[in-house]
T-cell receptor
């Protein structure tokens, strides 16, 4: 069965500093990987996705992520964070069976705090 | 651009009561999902549907039932609510291709007293 690990429960970053959120996955086949962001009281918004091809993917709001098969990682990065980036971030992998129909497996999330 | 709409947004129930959460999508998506989100647990899949008239169990299906009578609607039912079902419930939908992302609703916050 697939699994996703986000090692950092909380991360605090100063506004304007760079950011990296870690994600490690366990998956038997070619993974389909996603990063979602959730603001308080809101649903999940897709930041970016990886399916195949270029291992560095660009997303919305200035985010990017790099897929590293050898490390089973899909870390999210942003060169300069803004106060509005404070939110919960979830990494997810596409499910293995049923042609991928049976949902996503999510990590437990990383809570990002931005210091002024 | 409605996307995925969940009703209600908030609800408080007493133990043993029943209720139905409604999810509606206007994107003509085949696949629909119900997740629950609990603090420190991320999102966990309850049930899903790969098309009208079909449903299947996810990771945490016990205590829930679902129905997909119309393509655009996916209903989640609690027959006898328990405090352990206090959670935030999210519905999502996805197009035909596996590499398409899931689109999420804004959630239903449910408290069982």
């Amino acid at each position: 069965a697939q699994s996703v690990t986000q090692p950092d429960i909380h991360i605090t970053v100063s506004e304007g500093a760079s950011l990296e959120l870690r994600c490690n996955y366990s998956y038997g086949a070619t993974p389909y990987l996603f990063w979602y962001v959730q603001s308080p009281g809101q649903g999940l918004q897709l930041l970016l996705k990886y399916f195949s091809g270029d291992t560095l993917v660009q997303g919305i709001k200035g985010f990017e992520a790099e897929f590293k098969r050898s490390q089973s990682s899909f870390n999210l990065r942003k060169p300069s964070v803004h106060w509005s980036d404070a939110a919960e971030y979830f990494c997810a992998v596409g499910a293995e069976s049923g042609g991928g129909a049976d949902g996503l497996t999510f990590g437990k999330g990383t809570h990002l705090i931005i210091q002024p | 651009n409605a996307g995925v709409t969940q009703t209600p947004k908030f609800r408080v129930l007493k133990t043993g009561q029943s209720m139905t959460l409604l999810c509606a999508q206007d994107m003509n998506h085949e696949y629909m999902y119900w997740y629950r989100q609990d603090p420190g647990m991320g999102l966990r899949l309850i049930h899903y549907s790969v098309g009208e008239g079909t449903t299947a169990k996810g990771e945490v299906p016990d205590g829930y039932n679902v129905s997909r009578l119309k393509k655009q609607n996916f209903l989640l039912g609690l027959e006898s609510a328990a405090p352990s079902q206090t959670s935030v419930y999210f519905c999502a939908s996805r197009g035909d291709s596996r590499n398409q992302p899931q689109h999420f609703g804004d959630g239903t916050r449910l408290s069982i007293l």
